[in-house]
């Protein structure tokens, strides 16, 4: 069964604004993942938090990890239309040594001008 | 700089013909994967080599196998490919032994099957 859940589906918003998407899992984890995948093409890493991590930020991204409600939020602050793409969380369970990743179904997000 | 590099990047297969997708790094990472990603689905994992040890997921399909002649390389063999096996396929690459570590993922080789 899929891990990471993610809503919205898909979000739409215009060039500047923030833009925000949520990432649900079922069980325990090493590390949660995002991934950015421009269309037909391959996923890209954007950041990575630990289980024992509360917040990360990479330049205009921001995550957040709260393990007691299992869940990830993914801040994409200033958006640019080189931005629309599909998001994807992931998660490496914490029983798991290969750093396998079990993503979510991902949020299609587009940025217009 | 490429690191992880598929070929081809679009493959269109008859149905049942026996077809194989290639995937290289430059990374020197001990864990390969081959993902399955169907179209607006997320990716699947099907199976993954650490070293030359392969690990195969418990749901991927008997017509999927893989090698891993060395390092560098991993196949994907479609045995007999049904329309079903349409999809895009990714080869990604991580550390050894390090389950806190960002994998790399190639361009993808998107498979149609005719």
């Known amino acids: 069964s899929q891990q990471g859940e993610e809503d919205p589906q898909a979000l739409s918003i215009q060039e500047g604004e923030n833009a925000t998407m949520n990432c649900s899992y079922k069980?325990?984890?090493?590390?949660l993942q995002w991934y950015r995948q421009n269309s037909g093409r391959g996923l890209v890493h954007l950041i990575l938090?630990?289980?024992?991590?509360r917040e990360k930020h990479s330049g205009r991204l921001r995550v957040t990890l709260d393990t007691s409600k299992k869940s990830s939020s993914l801040l994409i602050t200033a958006s640019r239309a080189a931005d629309t793409a599909s998001y994807f969380c992931?998660?490496?369970?914490?029983?798991?040594?290969?750093?396998?990743?079990?993503f979510g179904a991902g949020t299609q997000v587009v940025v217009t001008p | 700089d490429a690191m992880v590099i598929q070929n081809p990047r679009y493959q269109v297969t008859q149905f049942g013909k026996p077809v194989t997708l290639s995937c290289s790094q430059t990374?020197?990472?001990?864990?390969m994967y081959w993902y399955q990603q169907k179209s607006s689905q997320a990716p699947k994992l099907l199976f993954h080599?650490?070293?030359?040890?392969?690990?195969n997921e418990a749901d991927t399909p008997d017509n999927f196998q893989s090698r891993r002649p060395n390092t560098s390389f991993c196949f994907l063999d479609i045995r007999s490919p049904g329309l079903g096996d349409a999809a895009m396929y990714l080869c990604?690459?991580?550390?050894?032994?390090?389950?806190?570590?960002?994998?790399?993922f190639g361009q993808g080789t998107r498979l149609t099957v005719v």
């Open positions: 990604a690459t991580s550390r050894v032994g390090t389950a806190n570590t960002e994998a790399f």
């Open positions: 069980t325990s984890i090493n590390n």
């Open positions: 938090i630990r289980s024992n991590e």
């Open positions: 992931a998660t490496v369970l914490s029983t798991d040594s290969w750093g396998k990743l079990q």
């Open positions: 990374l020197n990472h001990n864990v």
């Open positions: 080599y650490y070293d030359k040890d392969f690990n």
